[in-house]
């Protein structure tokens, strides 16, 4: 009888990546490529059947691509685990304050019909209580949907140094020899990143004066710990934690898509 270990087979089936925007989607997107997975990203033709509760447009893309990350893919877990059964689950995430200051300074106030479907408003820019609310929702959501089935989703942290031993072990791929892609790693000095946070402030200013204000008690919240960690032979014991406010001007080198 041989000692040798059976290598883990490759998962050839969907992968959903459900993480919100700006906690490394970007990073996974490319690092599925570099496995080889066909990968779909946002599809903003899909926001008007979603509203309509008409999923026939997203199986369609589903039955074209191996993998799915960005929006509208995040909203859709309880759907696409329901009508995928087998199906592998990525879940991205990222401190509260950074990924905060991340979004807005990636979407700024200008109002966009994918963010209203996420958010329910067209920003997060000025309705960064809003934002932080519906992403502490999202996570929590995810979390409990998949409390008793660890085996089907990866929670990965970038800024807390997952990378390629998580992702491959998760999927069955050998770890290539190429560095992980960190996508979209930014700094707040340019001018738009200036201009965002500006005009955040103008809003928050706006709905206070119009009656709408910003829930103040929703703020970030301190550290607590990863409620699913799905490692294969390796565990980097990452925590989450939360601090900063979200007036930017201080560069962020974990500043992921």
Known sequence: MSDRQEEPKRF???IFCIGFQKTGTSTIRDALRVLGYRVCGVRYHLIGPIRRSDLRPVHEMVAQFDAFE???WPLLFRELDRDYPGSRFIMTIRDEAPWLRSVVNHLGVLPDRMQKLVYGHGAPGGYEDVALARYRRHNEEVFAHFADRPDDILVLDFTKGDGWAEICGFLGCPIPSTALPHANKRAYETWKSKANFAAASVVRGLRR???????DTIRPRPPFPIPLRVVRDHDAGATHGHQIATDGGRPD???RS
Request: proline letters at 19%.
């Open 253 to 255: 080198s974990a500043d």
């Open 12 to 14: 050839d089936g969907k």
């Open 209 to 215: 004066l119009f009656g709408d204000p910003p829930d």
């Open 70 to 72: 960005d929006n509208p």
